[in-house]
């Protein structure tokens, strides 16, 4: 009996373990609402600590932003929205397993336009 209530208590575990969520943005208005929804629902599962691999974290790390320099900060904008629109984020393997995080088309054009708008006025701030 002791053996299959810790069996059942370990199983419970393992499945509470591997369920998977989005984490909270990193912050309030770091982003604007339609571009952190994006980055929350499609990019937060491997690029912020509560979910993310070191080799995504290294990437970039959503809750690091606000404390990452000016220029890494621009840096990154355009890296973003390099990989969004050559379609290499989210990854296929990603995808595999989580086919409702594809991008569609608009959301692409969405990102990809506000990485460049905010890097131009990141920019002009520096």
């Known amino acids: 009996m002791k053996k299959q209530l810790v069996l059942l208590l370990a199983i419970g575990i393992l499945f509470i ?27 937060y599962d491997c690029h912020t600590a509560a979910t ?15 404390q990452y320099r000016l220029t890494k900060q621009i840096g990154l ?20 397993k989580k086919p409702d995080r594809k991008l569609s088309e ?3 054009k969405l990102l990809a336009d506000w990485t460049k708008e905010e890097a131009d ?6």
Request: glycine share 8%; charged share 30%; with cysteine.
């Open 17 to 43: 373990s591997f369920q998977s969520f989005n984490p909270e943005p990193p912050s309030e208005g770091v982003f604007p609402d339609e571009i952190s929804a994006i980055l929350k629902s499609s990019c």
């Open 52 to 66: 993310g691999s070191e080799k995504s974290l290294k990437a970039l790390d959503f809750e690091q932003w606000d």
């Open 77 to 96: 904008l355009g890296d973003i929205g390099k990989v969004v629109e050559e379609g290499k984020m989210p990854p296929g393997k990603y995808l595999e």
């Open 106 to 108: 608009a959301q692409k």
């Open 121 to 126: 006025k990141l920019m002009q701030a520096d």
